[in-house]
């Protein structure tokens, strides 16, 4: 019966060995990635936060006079630059001072990030190429901030054979609509004044009649 003992003892050893290395890798590892899905959550947030903003400033670029006022008070007419027609401006390339102040926004903010809670895991990449996209998409009726943002998270570890330490790649899209009531209005009367000078509306307005009076004489009958 001792040396049953002694051999469940022995073999408690063994295992304990074994199977502790393994948990505590693990409990490592862990930690790691949720570390990583905390920079990532902070990333989402700014990326958020800036298409919010420059969806703000397309539908009225009087709030950007308001921030950039000592005291936070609305200027005079003749100070603000209210950028008439932006809607159709957006749909060839008017927006791109709100997409280049949105991509701005972004990298500065990514850029003072910390590591976390471990050393040597920032955010990487995310200015190589198309790796951050800022679009405003414009269909006259309907318009949105949209964007793509690619980056890298290194962890601090190394697979076994591996020189280089193991990075998780990460892709986040985030559209917001741009709506502006006001705007779309005086697009409409945009419209209606270029065709009112080129004479189509008279035309049109023509035809209309024509066409009332031809169902008004069918019915009659």
């Known amino acids: ?8 003892r022995g073999a408690l ?7 502790f290395p393994i948990c505590l890798l693990i409990i490592i590892l862990l930690l790691y990635l949720g570390n990583v899905y ?22 009225d670029p009087l709030l950007k006079a308001i921030e950039s006022s000592p005291e936070k008070e609305i200027p005079g007419i003749g100070k ?6 932006r809607y159709i401006g957006g749909m060839f390339g008017g927006m791109r001072d709100i997409e280049a102040a949105v991509r701005a926004q972004i990298i500065s903010k990514i850029r003072a990030l910390d590591t976390g809670l471990f050393t040597n895991m920032r955010p990487t990449d995310y200015q190589r190429g198309n790796s951050l996209k800022v679009k405003y998409n414009s269909v006259f ?3 949105s901030l949209s964007v793509d943002l690619e980056y890298k998270i290194k962890l601090p570890v190394r697979l076994l054979g591996e020189r280089e330490g193991f990075t998780l790649k990460f892709r986040t899209h985030t559209e917001v609509p741009v709506s ?22 008279r035309k049109i307005t023509e035809k209309i ?5 031809f ?6 009958k």
């Open 38 to 59: 905390y920079q990532k959550s902070r990333i989402e947030a700014i990326v958020v936060e800036a298409v919010l903003d420059g969806a703000a400033y397309s539908a």
């Open 180 to 201: 502006d009531s006001p705007e779309f209005i005086r697009n409409v009367n945009l419209v209606e004044d270029m065709l009112e000078v080129t004479g189509v509306k």
């Open 215 to 220: 169902f008004d004489k069918l019915f009659k």
């Open 1 to 8: 019966m001792r040396g049953s003992g002694e051999n469940d």
């Open 141 to 143: 009726v309907a318009s």
């Open 13 to 19: 050893v063994v295992e304990a060995t074994i199977v």
């Open 209 to 213: 009649k024509e066409l009332k009076e």
């Open 80 to 85: 603000v630059d209210y950028q008439p027609y």
